[in-house]
């Protein structure tokens, strides 16, 4: 495993701090809380490179490879895997520091897939697209 943050030009597209509220019975942090975290950060990522609502219509199979702890900061980074007529498929990482801001260690990684919505909630073609039909 790798102890070096991806190299994302914005940084991370979510950071936050987990904390004792997010634990499951075990004291961990509960993974549904990670999954939404992850679906927080590529719903915004895809929002943007579409300029426009979407929804998440799949998780490929993801792998935890460490618990998170509570204090930990934890860190989203999202990268265009695919992208289709009206879909992406969005790489989404999550990594943590200790509270102290070193130990960097990635805890998990999948790929998300958004479609890109209209104003009716139907499947569009991302924005850029449509702009060179007009």
Not at 37 to 44: E, I, P
Not at 66 to 88: K, N, W
């Amino acid at each position: 495993m790798t102890d070096t943050f991806p190299s994302v030009t914005d940084g991370p597209h979510l950071r936050t701090i987990a904390m004792p509220r997010d634990t499951n019975a075990a004291g961990a942090i509960f993974g549904g809380w990670t999954v939404s975290q992850m679906d927080l950060a590529g719903g915004t990522f895809a929002a943007q490179r579409t300029k426009g609502r979407v929804a998440t219509v799949s998780i490929e199979a993801m792998r935890f490879l460490r618990p998170i702890a509570v204090g930990d900061e934890v860190s989203c980074y999202c990268a265009l895997q695919e992208e289709g007529e009206t879909s992406l498929g969005v790489r989404i990482e999550v990594w943590v520091r200790d509270r102290t801001g070193s130990n960097p260690e990635k805890v998990t990684e999948g790929v998300f897939t958004y479609v890109a919505l209209d104003e009716e909630g139907k499947p569009r073609q991302p924005a850029d697209d449509r702009a060179s039909e007009t």
